[in-house]
């Protein structure tokens, strides 16, 4: 029998309706109000209640099934999927960080400075210590030291690296949840994960420093640089609109698709609108949202985008093109504490190793040389 949910669109609101589906179902599975195992109503029923079209239920059960946590096959109907779980925090972590953006970004539309909200935030915070007894449980969750839990920003060279730790014979035992650079370092702050992926550039164009250090202070913390990626426009083969560089967001016959919030490509592409003085309003499609390069590069290969930000490495695997734009350095980290763990050593001899590096180079759109370098925090 099919979970009964309250599902609602907003269909004034700029967030693709399929988006708003998945949003909803995704925060339902986090806070439990449906297990695994679980029937989702079929996709013409849904949509008729919704008063949507079967194409956007059935685009939303598609993302959630791609993310791992709905299954389903032809006639048997689409379920919720055993999640580990470890994930359902991962996955009320990315929902609370999407809901303070919304937060951020009404506030910055009323009138307010970035400075403003942030003091705003910590006296709202300090308060909130003040009056509770239970502040001290924060950040007193211990990682798992028995298996490997990532959580953090997608890349093709992540699901290398764990599908080789997962080899026998000395195989670790490996979970992840793609949420986004700062839902990574996030999680990793929480005791949530082992190690978190992230690729954040700030302002002076300095990269993931500046952002463990902000989100994770007076921790200590080991970046290890997984490798040194191309990013770039994923474009159909011929590139027929002739993108070249970063002024290109200016063009009126853009068809965008972009990522998720709080994910490293999202605050790079938002940083160079800000540097041609545009908003993601004025963009067609900034709205359009996935959560992993090879989604990007799929909504470019059906036709559903003309381009979007992405590694060079997914444009590849889907067979289309690619303008690079810039190279950025793709780090895990680790903190101190689980660095000398069993999965944190064969991560480490992994990275390491030919194999891994030679499967990178054949990829294409990676540098190597510096894989395995640590800097500590």
């Keep these: 029998m099919a979970t009964r949910l309250r599902l609602t669109l907003d269909f004034a609101s700029p967030e693709p309706y399929y988006a ?15 297990g695994p195992g679980h029937a989702l109503p079929p996709v013409r029923s849904l949509a008729e ?15 959630l099934q791609q993310e791992g946590l709905l299954t389903g096959r032809r006639g048997g109907g689409t379920h919720v999927a055993d999640v580990p ?40 915070l ?4 003040a009056m509770s007894d239970t502040a001290d449980v924060l950040l007193t969750h211990e990682p ?13 060279s992540v699901e290398v690296l764990l599908r080789l730790i997962q080899r026998p014979p000395s195989s670790v035992p490996v979970t992840a949840t793609f949420v986004g650079s700062m839902g990574g370092l996030t999680a990793l702050g929480r005791g949530e994960a082992s190690a978190a992926g992230i690729h954040l550039m700030d302002p002076d164009g300095q990269y993931n420093v500046p952002f463990v250090r902000y989100v994770l202070p007076g921790q200590s913390m080991v970046l290890i640089r ?25 063009r009126p016959d853009l068809r965008l698709v972009n990522r998720q919030p709080g994910s490293g490509t999202r605050l790079l592409l938002d940083l160079h609108l800000r540097r041609l003085g545009r908003t993601g309003k004025e963009t067609p499609g900034y709205d359009r949202v996935v959560d992993t390069h090879l989604a990007v590069a799929e909504a470019v290969a ?18 289309l093109g690619f303008v690079p734009l810039a190279e950025e350095p793709y780090d895990l980290v680790v903190s101190a504490s689980a660095y000398e763990t069993e999965p ?6 992994t990275l390491r190793g030919a194999e891994f590096q030679g499967v990178l180079s054949t990829l294409g759109g990676y540098r190597v040389e510096e894989s395995g370098r640590e800097v500590w925090i």
């Design 49 to 63: 209640e919704l008063g949507c079209t079967p194409g956007t239920v059935a685009r939303a059960y598609a993302v």
């Design 302 to 319: 059906r036709g559903e985008a003309n381009v979007g930000l992405g590694i060079y490495a997914a444009a590849r695997a889907a067979g």
């Design 144 to 156: 798992a030291t028995d298996r490997l839990v990532f959580v953090g920003s997608h890349d093709v």
């Design 126 to 129: 300090a308060r909130w210590r």
């Design 85 to 124: 779980p470890h994930m359902a925090p991962a996955l009320r972590q990315a929902h609370l960080v999407n809901e303070f953006e919304r937060t951020l970004l009404d506030a910055l539309a009323r009138g307010h400075s970035a400075a403003e909200v942030e003091a705003a935030f910590g006296v709202a």
């Design 344 to 349: 944190i050593t064969r991560l480490l001899t």
């Design 20 to 34: 708003q589906l998945a949003r909803q179902l995704r925060q339902a599975i986090a806070a439990d109000r449906v």
């Design 226 to 250: 997984l490798a040194t990626r191309q990013v770039g426009w994923i474009v159909p083969a011929s590139n027929p609109l002739g993108l070249a560089g970063w002024e290109d967001l200016a």
